[in-house]
């Protein structure tokens, strides 16, 4: 018996979540690029692939090289570049895998384009659009985006636009995410036609995040939809409307260790190293504190939360106001912990059990 | 060249940390049982022990082994036993490690006693103390304390009390670190002589926390103190005016990969992956973000903070209301982030850059 915390995914559940983002995907005629960051498992990304490879995207190049290892040669690494990994980079390309870099400086470009001279061969890269003022990425409009591709085209290779709708987390509605969907592609194809317009070739136009490729129902200029977090869902999409807590693939097992009736609470033996710090529902309507309690078999217990963590120590405890009574979980009793957010909870393990398999996480830069 | 992300940490600042408190240790004549959850290295535990090895508390089996296999054969698991750990916990034993278990109710004593009984060998407890309703413990002068030690009389034995003021991280004045520390002595030594006085042998009183361990002025019925994140520091022990920011042995090494002038924001490689989610600055008197910036050579750049943190992105920006400018940090430029909590932060890494070495953590359970 694997001993606790450890972390739980629902096979059943993780092919369910896949073919209903594939399927609305499939009927808008658009292919979808998963992110493999949430997961970072070659076994969960063979579920993508119907057992084969296929394109992904990544958040590390450590990703990009256990992928490029099981197989996979179509690879976009979705942070900006920074000019020391353009070796690993260039290493990738050599091993035969397609592997594309993302900016939005010339800057960048620069060190793109004087790599790609000193190697000999044009590393393809994308430039990051801003769609919503989240992070990085250049603005539609903005003449730097020409400037990005002519600083590319000494040596290096646009491949096209790219962009990540981060705020549709903090959207509440339908109609929100609906509009932040068509934001995120309205300014993906508006840099991509300023940069054909410029003369330049741009046959990728990539955008993507969960809540926005679940909303999105006009594809028209995009070539691929990224997303990620939705194979395991979490906490912070099902406050977001996304999905239900009962789509949840992914939870955390712990331990009763022991009790504290006058102050209502139970302690267990999974606390922020085994859930992680996340607690993105805190901003949400519904605060989940550490996440939602459910039995082993995944019945979810009404009320119940993970309030409070140590390093390792939970506190289990009924939502404020609740007037329902705590539930009787003696010593030794193993309960789950459904996530606030997946992609930080899964990053705080080594390793998935899938009924009586163990399958890898790929951490670490 | 290592890259980034990655975890610098200051052997000087180190070795510094650790004669600061065994010299305030030595001077009260109490000896130190270090927590090596929040290093979790054995290179670093080596620091503590000149060399060599001692006492020392793990937060995990999965340290207890490591630290056995490395020559550690006193070790305290300080988080509450779930009686399916106790195979492992014998196993440990078997080895000829003097590996002693937390507990603070009769179930999990019963538990530990059947254990012993039956592999013919009796596992040493200590009686969980609670001194401030921070989380697990017996409250002095409840009778579960004097039931626990008859139960584990059946077979296994009472090493002593354990009390940890968890509390003491709340406390702002140098006044009320010394009475927090007061009151987690006070609490141990009533119940190891509540435990005497019922004809008990209690060889062992525990106490610490970083804040009490450094503010403790008496020490009477204590035998030994337990802290961890002395080791590194950080800026919640800043915060609390237990060390100051220059004390801090850790840090994450980022690179600079983008601008957003208009937004006065410098985008990093580095996000809360690299960082954790701990925010643990966010509740004192002085938010950091998601922690103080550092030149690579550790001059910090006045009001600079990391203010905003994707899964591998983050944002530095000027601390809200400052006067002074961005500093010009070009793509390419390596920055140091101090964390808010060195556990959390070192704990999203598998290891240590340390001058020209690398020191491995013992991540997992």
């Known amino acids: 018996m694997t001993e606790t915390p450890y972390l739980l995914l629902d096979e059943d559940k993780v092919r369910r979540n896949i073919a209903r983002l594939r399927s609305h995907l499939d009927a808008l005629g658009t292919p979808l690029r998963p992110h493999v960051k949430t997961a970072k498992s070659v076994d969960v990304a063979k579920l993508l692939f119907d057992g084969g490879t296929g394109p992904i995207t990544v958040s590390t190049l450590r990703e990009a090289e256990a992928f490029a290892d099981a197989g996979f040669t ?144 006009d594809l028209t200029g995009v070539t691929e939809v990224r997303a990620g977090n939705f194979v395991f869902f979490d906490l912070v999409m099902a406050g977001l409307g996304v999905c239900s807590p009962e789509d949840l693939a992914l939870s955390v097992v712990v331990t009763v260790i022991g009790h504290r009736p006058e102050k209502g609470w139970i302690m267990t033996d999974g606390g922020w190293m085994a859930t992680s710090r996340d607690r993105g529902t805190a901003r949400q309507p519904v605060d989940q504190g550490y996440g939602l309690v459910a039995a082993l078999d995944g019945g979810i217990y009404p009320d119940l939360l993970m309030t409070d963590a140590s390093q390792e120590h939970g506190t289990l405890s009924m939502r404020e106001g609740s007037d329902r009574p705590l539930p009787d979980l003696p010593v030794g009793t193993r309960v789950r912990v459904l996530p606030n957010h997946a992609c930080a909870t899964a990053a705080q393990h080594d390793s998935y059990q899938v009924g009586a398999s163990t399958w890898r996480r790929v951490n670490g830069w």
Chains 1, 2 share one sequence.
């Open 74 to 217: 179509d690879i976009v690494y979705a942070v900006g570049i920074a000019p020391a990994k353009l070796d690993r980079v260039l290493a990738l390309r050599q091993r035969g895998v397609d592997l594309v870099v993302l900016l939005d400086s010339v800057a960048q470009a620069t060190a793109v384009a004087e790599a790609s001279r000193a190697a000999g061969t044009a590393i393809p890269a994308l430039v990051e659009v801003d769609c919503d003022g989240h992070r990085g990425g250049v603005l539609p409009g903005s003449p730097e985006v020409v400037a990005i591709a002519e600083e590319l085209a000494d040596g290096a290779r646009l491949r096209g636009v790219l962009a990540h709708a981060g705020e549709s987390y903090f959207c509440y509605t339908r109609e929100a995410l609906v509009a932040a969907a068509e934001a995120e592609r309205a300014a993906a194809v508006r840099v991509a036609e300023d940069l054909r317009a410029a003369g330049h070739d741009c046959p990728v136009v990539s955008i993507g995040s969960t809540p926005t490729a679940h909303a999105v129902t």
